[in-house]
């Protein structure tokens, strides 16, 4: 919820700017025709940095873009809670996998607000699909000695000494098809005619063909829904 309350006084105040400073200069034209940018994402169903993404636009006419991207994103499920084990380490309390998303994605973009040449925000909607590769990874616990995935059923908290690592089961992940989608603000500050930097805000849904199982002991769902808000810089030329 803080993430949702900080990112509408974000929106509120950038807006603000925009306009005003939307009527008192002109407006900058947009002398580029292709950008290229790196974003990092936080989500309201993944962690701090719960993705990255790239992105390559192109110009179109009337203040238009076409994107194509991938994104990389982590999904945590909403019952997750982090433990402290009798060594120091931590694990996370009856998580059995991951769910890891590939998405490569195709977009539009519309300019509503050009940046003045000193100063204001480039304000622009943003929608973007594509399919979802969903990696259920298993999670795996250090039993000291030995690494296993983590089954509620079996592993009592007290033998757990803590997670094996992020990568640990990576290569025996499932794949499950999936489709996402988005919609966004962007708002683009400071940016020049060959560099770029904004903040993207807006809210996505992904669904895949079945249940993923992060937690086998909780109510398990094929489909995720999430605000967003991301940072994302580039080059234009």
Same mark, same amino acid.
């Given at each position: 919820?803080?993430?949702?309350?900080?990112?509408?006084?974000?929106?509120?105040?950038?807006?603000?700017?925009?306009?005003?400073?939307?009527? +008192?200069?002109?407006?900058?034209?947009?002398?580029?025709?292709?950008?290229?940018?790196?974003?990092?994402?936080?989500?309201?169903?993944?962690?701090?940095?719960?993705?990255?993404?790239?992105?390559?636009?192109?110009?179109?006419?009337?203040?238009?873009?076409?994107?194509?991207?991938?994104?990389?994103? #982590? +999904?945590?499920?909403?019952?997750?809670?982090?433990?402290?084990?009798?060594?120091?380490?931590?694990?996370?309390?009856?998580?059995?996998?991951?769910?890891?998303?590939?998405?490569?994605?195709?977009?539009?973009?519309?300019?509503?607000?050009?940046?003045?040449?000193?100063?204001?925000?480039?304000?622009?909607?943003?929608?973007?699909?594509?399919?979802?590769?969903?990696?259920?990874?298993?999670?795996?616990?250090?039993?000291?000695?030995?690494?296993?995935?983590?089954?509620?059923?079996?592993?009592?908290?007290?033998?757990?000494?803590?997670?094996?690592?992020?990568?640990?089961?990576?290569?025996?992940?499932?794949?499950?098809?999936?489709?996402?989608?988005?919609?966004?603000?962007?708002?683009?500050? #400071?940016?020049?005619?060959?560099?770029?930097?904004?903040?993207?805000?807006?809210?996505?849904?992904?669904?895949?063909?079945?249940?993923?199982?992060?937690?086998?002991?909780?109510?398990?769902?094929? +489909?995720?829904?999430?605000?967003?808000?991301?940072?994302?810089?580039?080059?234009?030329?």
């Amino acid at each position: 919820m803080r993430l949702l309350y900080s990112s509408l006084v974000i929106l509120i105040f950038i807006c603000s700017s925009s306009i005003v400073s939307a009527q +008192t200069s002109a407006y900058l034209d947009e002398e580029y025709t292709v950008e290229n940018v790196f974003g990092v994402k936080n989500a309201t169903n993944g962690g701090l940095i719960s993705g990255v993404y790239f992105r390559h636009s192109r110009m179109l006419p009337n203040d238009n873009l076409m994107h194509l991207g991938i994104e990389l994103s #982590n +999904t945590k499920h909403p019952r997750e809670t982090r433990e402290t084990t009798f060594t120091g380490s931590n694990f996370i309390f009856g998580k059995s996998n991951y769910l890891i998303s590939i998405r490569p994605t195709y977009g539009r973009e519309k300019i509503f607000f050009k940046k003045a040449p000193q100063q204001g925000v480039r304000i622009s909607g943003m929608v973007a699909a594509g399919p979802s590769f969903g990696l259920e990874a298993p999670y795996y616990i250090d039993l000291g000695g030995r690494s296993e995935q983590y089954d509620p059923a079996r592993h009592g908290r007290n033998e757990i000494v803590g997670n094996a690592g992020p990568f640990r089961g990576l290569f025996e992940s499932q794949i499950v098809l999936g489709g996402f989608f988005k919609a966004s603000l962007t708002f683009e500050t #400071n940016s020049t005619k060959n560099k770029v930097f904004g903040i993207e805000a807006g809210f996505q849904i992904e669904a895949f063909t079945r249940d993923i199982e992060i937690i086998p002991v909780a109510s398990n769902r094929s +489909t995720y829904t999430a605000a967003f808000i991301a940072l994302y810089f580039g080059k234009r030329k």
